[in-house]
T-cell receptor
Framework: DAGVTQSPTHLIKTRGQQVTLRCSPI?????VSWYQQVLGQGPQFIFQ???????GRGNFPDRFSARQFPNYSSELNVNALLLGDSALYLC????????????FGSGTRLTVV | AQSVSQHNHHVILSEAASLELGCNYS??????LFWYVQYPGQHLQLLLK??????LVKGIKGFEAEFIKSKFSFNLRKPSVQWSDTAEYFC?????????????FGDGTTLTVKP
């Protein structure tokens, strides 16, 4: 049984570039949430999507956007990358819009140089 | 806004010692509470959760946590740690009645268990 899969695992980008991160939830899970984890800190909530609609947004600038597809997979896009966007980006899968505890993917390590 | 405070940044214990990791949250409404663990080289995984009912909840691998509403606390405990418990532990809170999809995490506690 596949868990939450994220791609790519590592990424290096230059300031000002754009990046797209991908996530496939556990089969049967309809909600995907995105978190940013900076070294030494806990994960910070970016977005939640459920049934292809945005259900929640954290305190992140408009450079961050996301979407969810009919198969419940999701993409996180970040435009005009800054050095401070360097972090581990985590995707969390849950059955529905309520939070009974997430299943996390292994994350995408983004380095902005 | 919710916030979570984990007071111990790094805890070092010998095997068989008892463990208690502190977690305090700030939010006045109904909360769901979680502990997640991240073992070296692995992804975050759910250790235990509290929604309602008995404030003492038991999770995997012998861990338990007690919700004390009056203290806004949800401390994690284990009577006797093993070397394999070496990991980073995160406490998280969620407000199901206002923003069900968002969890607020603490900054984590790194536990090192010496054999």
């Amino acid at each position: 049984d596949a868990g939450v899969t994220q791609s790519p695992t590592h990424l290096i980008k230059t300031r000002g570039q754009q990046v797209t991160l991908r996530c496939s939830p556990i089969s049967g899970h309809k909600s995907v949430s995105w978190y940013q984890q900076v070294l030494g800190q806990g994960p910070q909530f970016i977005f939640q999507y459920y049934e292809k609609e945005e259900r929640g947004r954290g305190n992140f600038p408009d450079r961050f956007s996301a979407r969810q597809f009919p198969n419940y997979s999701s993409e996180l896009n970040v435009n005009a990358l800054l050095l401070g966007d360097s972090a581990l980006y985590l995707c969390a899968s849950s059955l529905d819009s309520a939070n009974y505890g997430y299943t996390f993917g292994s994350g995408t390590r983004l380095t902005v140089v | 806004a919710q916030s979570v405070s984990q007071h111990n940044h790094h805890v070092i214990l010998s095997e068989a010692a008892s463990l208690e990791l502190g977690c305090n949250y700030s939010y006045g409404g109904t909360v769901n509470l979680f502990w997640y663990v991240q073992y070296p080289g692995q992804h975050l995984q759910l250790l235990l959760k509290y929604f309602s009912g008995d404030p003492l909840v038991k999770g995997i691998k012998g861990f338990e946590a007690e919700f004390i509403k009056s203290k806004f606390s949800f401390n994690l405990r284990k009577p006797s740690v093993q070397w394999s418990d070496t990991a980073e532990y995160f406490c998280a809170v969620n407000a199901p009645n206002t923003n069900a999809g968002k969890s607020t995490f603490g900054d984590g506690t790194t536990l090192t268990v010496k054999p």
